[in-house]
């Protein structure tokens, strides 16, 4: 098992990134790493509240960890701490050894000169899961995480009601 720290900074404020963090609909269109489609099939953003979601590989080349070409993972909320952080623990739904057991995965959000640092730290990660997969995938994430809500302060102006 091992652990990752990925971080880019975000323009726009905490409270719009922490939304996108706890909103199934834009879960679905944020956290999927560039080549895969993403499914939330269950998401109660609370403590102690869960979640299922499943990432499909877009090409049958993609190898999945729960199935030929698709990762499902399940699991609850442990922390949340609004405009700050989200702390998830999951596990894939695997039968296999090398993918299976607890993973964290801590969001933690701060201000920076007008704008957002995002931190994601994924802690417990299964060793036969590449750490370059992993990071690389975090890093596609952001990135979409980043056009949404930064795309969602021009279109509100700054003004982005809770939602």
Same mark, same amino acid.
């Given at each position: 098992?091992?652990?990752?720290?990925?971080s880019?900074?975000?323009?726009?404020?905490?409270?719009?990134?922490?939304?996108?963090?706890?909103?199934?609909?834009?879960?679905?269109?944020?956290?999927?790493?560039?080549?895969m489609?993403?499914?939330?099939?269950?998401?109660?953003?609370?403590?102690?509240g869960?979640?299922?979601?499943?990432?499909?590989?877009?090409?049958?080349?993609?190898?999945?960890?729960?199935?030929?070409h =698709?990762?499902?993972?399940?699991?609850?909320? #442990? /922390? !949340? *701490?609004?405009? &700050?952080?989200?702390?998830?623990?999951?596990?894939? @739904?695997?039968?296999?050894?090398?993918?299976?057991?607890?993973?964290?995965?801590?969001?933690t959000?701060?201000?920076?000169?007008?704008?957002?640092?995002?931190?994601?730290?994924?802690?417990?990660?299964?060793?036969?899961?590449?750490?370059?997969?992993?990071?690389?995938? =975090?890093?596609?994430?952001?990135?979409?995480? #980043? /056009? !949404? *809500?930064?795309? &969602?302060?021009?279109?509100?102006?700054?003004?982005? @009601?809770?939602?």
């Amino acid at each position: 098992m091992y652990s990752t720290r990925v971080s880019r900074r975000v323009n726009a404020p905490r409270a719009s990134v922490y939304r996108a963090l706890l909103d199934p609909d834009a879960i679905a269109g944020w956290r999927v790493p560039d080549g895969m489609t993403s499914h939330v099939h269950a998401f109660d953003p609370r403590e102690g509240g869960t979640f299922r979601v499943s990432l499909t590989y877009d090409t049958p080349t993609g190898t999945g960890k729960s199935a030929a070409h =698709t990762d499902t993972y399940q699991g609850h909320f #442990a /922390r !949340l *701490v609004p405009d &700050e952080q989200v702390t998830e623990v999951f596990a894939f @739904e695997t039968t296999d050894p090398g993918f299976g057991g607890t993973m964290t995965m801590t969001t933690t959000l701060t201000d920076a000169d007008g704008a957002t640092d995002v931190l994601i730290v994924h802690e417990g990660i299964p060793d036969d899961v590449p750490a370059a997969d992993n990071e690389l995938g =975090t890093r596609m994430a952001l990135a979409n995480l #980043a /056009r !949404l *809500v930064e795309g &969602e302060e021009r279109r509100d102006g700054g003004n982005a @009601e809770p939602g």
